[in-house]
């Protein structure tokens, strides 16, 4: 009888994972709900800022920059970094707060358009995770058809000299 070794079995990266992608988080125990942000530094070319460690700033895109975050390094976000095979791959999540209007629920990550450089990366939200405008003051309601003021006639209008009120 003899023994023959055995390969281990081969790992390959998985192309399908995208360099960087959406979730949310509908929160619960001592997390709040939130938009993930997983990005894999492996994937992108540039982002070096982007290493274990490093602190980043988030920022909220307006005007035709609107539903787009840009992250720039130096600022009071730290990324987590998971332990164990993420490790490898280079994945690190950033947790931010829902913005106004979006729902709080659990939702599975999901490719999102991106554009990056050395020292930023700008990540187009997926339609889900845009804020919505903040609920503006509702015009007054319109007067009913058949109301009081159109079957009776104004008393003073006599004295005004303007005719029937309107």
């Known amino acids: 009888m003899s023994w023959s070794p055995l390969a281990p079995q081969a790992t390959r990266a998985r192309p399908d994972r995208a360099a960087i992608t959406v979730a949310s988080s509908a929160g619960g125990g001592r997390l709040p709900a939130a938009i993930v942000i997983i990005i894999r530094t492996r994937k992108l ?13 988030i920022l909220a895109g307006g005007g035709p920059h609107a539903g787009m975050l840009r992250i720039e ?5 730290e990324p ?9 791959s280079g994945t690190l999540k950033l947790r931010i707060d ?3 209007g ?42 009913p058809p058949h109301s009081i003021s159109d079957r009776v006639p104004d008393p003073a209008a006599t004295l005004r000299g ?3 009120r309107r």
């Open 98 to 100: 829902l913005p106004h």
């Open 162 to 164: 303007a005719g029937a």
């Open 45 to 57: 070319e540039g982002g070096t800022f982007m290493s274990h460690r490093a602190r980043v700033k």
């Open 102 to 143: 979006v729902a709080p629920e659990n939702r599975k990550p999901e490719t999102v358009e991106y554009d990056h450089a050395d020292d930023w990366i700008e990540i187009t939200l997926p339609e889900w995770a845009r804020p919505s405008a903040p609920a503006g003051v509702s015009p007054a309601p319109a007067r």
């Open 73 to 77: 390094p130096d600022g009071p976000f």
């Open 80 to 88: 987590h970094w998971p332990s164990g095979k993420a490790v490898a």
